[in-house]
């Protein structure tokens, strides 16, 4: 069994075991298992339809969160025109309405756009990756489990995987 990683995915995968204080001996044997390598974008093959099915999934997420953004600044624009009625300073007004109706709408747009779908390039790199070897996609990312089913790929969910990897090793221990 072998480990790829395209390279600016161990760069974040190093960043994240860095951050939580991963001892250094354990770094040491992950960067001599992990293989780093680059997709080959130029020659990977990928169905139009799934090129089709991302587009049209993409449309939609779009005019959802143009529907998200329209309805936060209608929620905002009543509330802000109910406290102004009530003599409420502007400065009130934008610190209790304006300051919390961002603070949603961020995190219901960043829902509707992000959530169940590919949202950066490493992401597309791991699937191409993976694509191109015929291997199988271990994450966490809901984005990289959706597309790698629709690819037709294996995916792992990154909390099986160690209680997998523990099986595997017994038999070649």
């Known amino acids: 069994m072998s480990c790829h990683m395209p390279p600016i995915t161990y760069k974040e995968f190093s960043e994240y075991m860095a951050r939580y204080e991963c001892p250094r001996e354990i770094m040491v044997k992950a960067d001599t298992w992990i293989v780093k390598k680059s997709p080959n974008r130029y020659d990977t093959k990928i169905p139009s339809e799934i090129f089709y099915e991302y587009v049209q999934d993409m449309r939609d ?30 400065a009130q007004i934008e610190n209790e309405i304006v300051g919390k109706a961002i603070a949603d ?48 790929l294996r995916f792992l969910s990154a909390k099986s995987f160690p209680k997998m990897m523990n099986e595997y090793l017994k038999y070649y221990e």
Request: aromatic content about 6%; overall charge positive; glycine content about 8%.
């Open 61 to 90: 997420r779009m005019n959802k969160g143009m529907r998200i953004s329209e309805n936060a600044i209608w929620e905002a624009a009543v509330q802000s025109l109910v406290m102004m009625s009530r003599g409420e300073k502007k």
């Open 105 to 152: 709408f961020r995190k219901r747009y960043r829902q509707a756009l992000r959530k169940g779908t590919l949202d950066s390039a490493p992401d597309l790199d791991v699937l191409l990756l993976a694509k191109e070897l015929g291997a199988g996609v271990v994450a966490a990312d809901e984005g990289i489990k959706v597309w790698a089913e629709r690819l037709g």
